[in-house]
């Protein structure tokens, strides 16, 4: 059996150095930034051995993967907990939920966003390919509240695929826009420009759904069948 310390088990002792050292690496490696961080700077911040590092982590990348996939995960849970709250709630409380909730829990700490959108950014394959990964997942969550809201006639039937990547990009942009200003930018303005830009791009009023050509739209559609079937478009 092993041995506690102060009635503290090994099991909670380790567990206990492991976020000492993410609290140290996201304090870093926002301060003085991910590349200018060195191991030996994060465990002295943790007050942690560079043997119990290497315990714990394969190096610095390590722990920014991992904070990078703690900050999503939290956001993720906190969207999902809210959203299962109104269940049964119209389109744009849900929309609107699932926005406030996002926005709140990635700038209750300025960090946060930090790391996220502009720290890992760039660092490896790795990293970018679990970026991707959280890019799929966030637009796939955007895509079934679309869905949900098309169900239910307050949206265009359509793919919400690229819309909700394109609203994944625009909600990063806007993240990173407002960490890069000291004092921040209000929250919610930032949360408000998003919510109106993703209540346009899934609800689409009936004027930007009705050009031709757009995507959505019914009028392209339409115009270019009644074209075809006429043997091409007229000229005047």
């Given at each position: 059996m092993a041995r506690t310390y102060g009635g503290v088990a090994p099991e909670q002792r380790r567990a206990d150095r492991r976020e000492r050292l993410l609290t140290a690496g996201l304090e870093l490696f926002t301060s003085a930034?991910?590349?200018?961080?060195?191991?030996?700077?994060v465990c002295a911040r943790a007050g942690v051995s560079t043997r119990n590092f290497y315990e714990e982590f394969t190096g610095k990348e390590d722990v920014l993967r991992t904070l990078h996939d703690r900050i999503n995960s939290l956001a993720l849970e906190?969207?999902?907990?809210?959203?299962?709250?109104v269940a049964d709630a119209d389109a744009l409380t849900r929309i609107s939920t699932l926005l406030d909730v996002f926005i709140a829990t990635v700038t209750a700490d300025p960090r946060?966003?930090?790391?996220t959108y502009v720290e890992?950014?760039?660092v490896?394959?790795?990293?970018?390919a679990q970026h991707q990964v959280w890019v799929d997942r966030w637009a796939n969550?955007?895509?079934?509240?679309?869905?949900?809201?098309a169900e239910h006639g307050v949206a265009p039937a359509r793919d919400y695929r690229l819309t909700a990547i394109a609203l994944v990009g625009?909600?990063?942009g806007l993240l990173r826009e407002w960490q890069a200003h000291d004092p921040p930018l209000p929250v919610e303005d930032v949360g408000g420009e998003l919510r109106a830009m993703m209540l346009a791009a899934i609800m689409r009023p009936e004027k930007i759904s009705d050009l031709a050509g757009n995507r959505g739209g019914t009028t392209g559609v339409e115009e270019s069948s009644r074209e075809g079937a006429q043997g091409g478009p007229r000229r005047t």
């Open positions: 930034g991910f590349r200018h961080t060195k191991i030996t700077e906190h969207v999902t907990a809210e959203l299962d709250k946060m966003p930090r790391l890992a950014v760039g490896s394959a790795e990293l970018e969550f955007i895509a079934a509240e679309a869905s949900r809201a625009a909600g990063t």
